[in-house]
């Protein structure tokens, strides 16, 4: 089959690997019909390197049709449609039945210390191939595939892989009050979602934060009060609060994680690692990894006192400095984590209609077959063509 796979910082590209098989009695084979790039991948293309060896299989954002079982499925049939959620999750463990198919006890990765397995995502999160890919082995699969209905096109439900049920865990573990304030930093597929999403769930006042126009413009039609970071730049925080009684929003949620704008000095070391070999920078990161945490530091300043930071941006340092003073004077609520995705499907799907109050339909940017990946990662890390969320067609 062909995939899209790792070769080195800022190097992907697509490659012929073996067909994935039947390895368990109720893993199923998926054949890709579509598969997102998700800012998360990015993190891959440029920080994360040292957790990955050439030739792993991105991405985490696929949806497609059964074309085999094993022989304890019985769930699912072959020409079933499915999405797939980007947590390798059992369904039925202690974590998973409180909701927590992030952290599932069946596929934490021990030898590392971290939660729940994720497809296509480095060695931190079991080194599971990915879904940018013809096809795609999936395990637990009476558990872990969402049917879908036939009939709409893929873009109706692909975003239940990631980026719906990740801005839907935003938003509600922001806890904004009914007719309530929350900010929005970073208007990228999730930031975009999330803000939606808030104002479906009745957000008085949605800010949202950028720095790219296309992005901005696309939030303001949504409804979204946009503020542009390159204007404000460090007199954010008190724009957010001249158009909130002098407080602050009541949530601010962080969608921009640990590549920010700014800290220039964190960037260099991020570079620095990246340029490292793999058992170098891998020591490095696991010890000292620091992440730019302007984006961080800009939602403690813009959240009112009492007020919640909910952060969907992904952060991989370990020696990152916090300002525990200002967080704990202002009372600062921080909530946090990878999406548990099946704990927000029955919340989401109903939503998924022809009505498409979370323009799901339209949310894409790009559709692009699968061999012009590499092209789709270099434009989406530039921030160009207007491209925020692109599909890929195997």
């Not at 595939?145 to 975003?159: A, E």
């Not at 204007?231 to 609060?241: Q, S």
């Not at 158009?243 to 921009?256: E, K, P, Q």
């Amino acid at each position: 089959m062909r995939a899209l796979t790792y070769q080195g910082k800022r190097d992907v590209r697509v490659e012929t690997v073996p067909d994935p098989r039947i390895e368990k009695p109720d893993d199923v084979i998926v054949r890709v019909t579509s598969t997102g790039i998700c800012g998360s991948d990015l993190h891959l293309y440029e920080v994360l390197g040292p957790y990955l060896d050439p030739g792993d299989i991105l991405g985490h954002e696929p949806m497609g049709v059964v074309e085999e079982v094993g022989p304890e499925v019985t769930s699912l049939s072959p020409g079933d449609r499915v999405v797939i959620p980007f947590n390798v999750s059992c369904g039925h463990c202690f974590m998973c039945e409180r909701g927590l198919h992030s952290q599932c006890e069946t596929t934490q990765v021990h030898e590392r210390g971290t939660g729940a397995s994720l497809f296509g995502y480095t060695k931190l999160y079991g080194q599971v191939p990915g879904g940018q890919a013809e096809l795609l082995r999936v395990p637990f699969g009476d558990s872990l595939p969402i049917r879908v209905p036939q009939g709409p096109p893929d873009d109706r439900f692909v975003y239940l892989s990631d980026v719906l049920p990740t801005a839907w865990q935003a938003v509600e573990y922001a806890a904004i009050p009914p007719g309530g304030t929350v900010t929005v930093l970073g208007l990228g597929p999730i930031g975009a979602m999330a803000a939606r999403i808030a104002q479906h769930h009745g957000a008085g006042l949605v800010i949202g934060v950028d720095l790219v126009p296309d992005r901005l413009e696309r939030a303001s039609a949504y409804g979204a009060k946009c503020l542009d970071v390159r204007r404000y730049g460090k007199d954010l925080g008190d724009a957010i609060r001249e158009l909130t009684d002098g407080r602050g929003t009541d949530a601010v949620i962080d969608a921009v994680g640990m590549e920010a704008h700014g800290a220039p000095v964190a960037k260099a070391a991020q570079w620095a690692v990246g340029l490292m070999p793999d058992a170098v920078g891998e020591r490095l990161m696991d010890k000292a990894g620091i992440d730019r945490l302007s984006a961080l530091y800009a939602a403690i300043d813009a959240v009112r006192r009492g007020g919640t930071v909910s952060l969907s941006g992904v952060y991989g340092g370990s020696a990152d400095p916090m300002p525990l003073m200002t967080m704990f004077d202002k009372q600062i609520q921080l909530r946090m984590g990878q999406a548990n995705v099946w704990r927000w499907v029955d919340d989401i799907l109903p939503l998924l209609t022809d009505e498409d109050p979370l323009g799901v339909d339209a949310f894409a940017t790009h559709h692009l077959p699968l061999e012009q990946g590499p092209e789709a990662y270099r434009t989406f890390q530039e921030k160009g063509d207007g491209m925020i969320k692109t599909l890929l067609r195997p």
